[in-house]
């Protein structure tokens, strides 16, 4: 999955529940959202093409981007927005030791892979609907 929406995902584990878990449960609502239809798979889009990096630059502004509405919306909790966004998007930084890593590591890599049965290259659509979502979600938090 596209990883704004990760960082989206931890912002709203950040100001739903009780900061000592907000670094766990932000984790494992990254393999929650990855186990959801998404983008992927793509026929010119893969790992390391030019569209490729193009897309990574946009997913990073993107991350960025959804970081900063986050924190404009709970200006007191950056701190802890921050930490959840983080950990939503941390398991895809572990990607980047896929195929260089054995043992627990690569089963786990595996894991994290397989899960990801939805991914398709029509699936920027649902990644997109659910930026929609957690974006209304965050606003609607946001008013109460
Ligand atoms: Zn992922």
Redesign the pocket.
Known sequence: ?LGFNHVLAGSIVAVITPAPLVPLVAFAS?FLL?TTPHFGRSATVYPYTASFKRLLVLDAVLCFSALGLAISLFPDQWFIIAVGAFFGAL??FLWLLRGRVAGIMGKFLDWAEWIQWGERPYGWLFDAVYALLMTIALFLLSQT
């Open positions: 999955m990254h990855d398991p895809d």
